[in-house]
């Protein structure tokens, strides 16, 4: 089973391909996702990145917590499930 790990302190600058390629050093990447505002397009500084299983996943977070890339120390680690909000309508 795929394990989806959060990715944070993402320089603006940073695509899905440089976290693909990081990545990939340890294990298969299923998916790669920079989160960008809807209106502007812009990242927000932070995305997603599943791995193929719990170990590789494992092994990314000990291997890439805290490393340089494109000039800023990023932050790994498993990400959890967004609570749902709930709705005020009537």
Do not use: C
């Not at 989806?4 to 940073?14: A, E």
């Not at 193929?52 to 977070?61: G, H, L, P």
């Not at 890439?64 to 120390?73: E, F, H, M, P, V």
């Amino acid at each position: 089973m795929a394990k989806k790990l959060y990715v944070g302190n993402l320089s603006y600058n940073t695509h899905e391909d440089n976290l693909r390629s990081l990545f990939s050093a340890f294990g298969t990447v299923e998916s790669v996702k920079i989160i960008t505002d809807r209106d502007t397009g812009n990242s927000k500084g932070f995305g997603f990145v599943e791995m193929s299983t719990d170990a590789e996943a494992q092994a990314a977070i000990s291997g890439t917590n805290s490393t340089d890339l494109d000039g800023r120390a990023i932050k790994v680690n498993e990400a959890m499930d967004k609570p749902r909000r709930e709705s005020n309508r009537w």
